[in-house]
């Protein structure tokens, strides 16, 4: 009997931990004239982020350079990408094209909550 409680006890304790795990975070990031709407993307360290990329008006990026992302997106075009937040810190976001004046003021910042 007491074998079979500690069987019951470590398989509950194994899927606890399961629970805990990463999840996916879907984000919907709008580019206009001239900023990023949500200007702050917040998630846990090893999430799989998605992010649904769209403008309305001129084409812009959302550039995060220390995960290596660079993704253009068009007017009537959206870019859909996602990626692993596999290190935790703030890391800014901007968009890299020089279309207008106002494309190098755009900017954002995506937290990555470190693992518990």
């Known amino acids: 009997m007491r074998a079979l409680l500690l069987t019951f006890a470590l398989a509950a ?4 931990a399961q629970d805990q795990g990463p999840t996916a975070k879907p984000f919907v990031v709008s580019a206009h004239r001239y900023a990023f709407e949500p200007a702050r993307i917040e998630v846990n360290q090893d999430d799989l982020v998605t992010i649904q990329l ?10 995060i350079d220390d995960y290596r992302i660079a993704k253009r997106v068009g007017p009537g075009q959206p870019v859909t990408f996602e990626f692993r937040a596999d290190r935790a810190g703030e890391f800014p976001y901007y968009c890299n094209l020089q279309v207008e004046d106002g494309c190098r003021q755009m900017r954002g910042v995506l937290v990555v909550k470190p693992r518990k």
Do not use: Q, V
Request: net charge negative; hydrophobic share 35%.
């Open 13 to 16: 304790s194994a899927l606890s």
């Open 54 to 63: 769209s403008t309305s008006d001129i084409a812009h990026s959302l550039t």
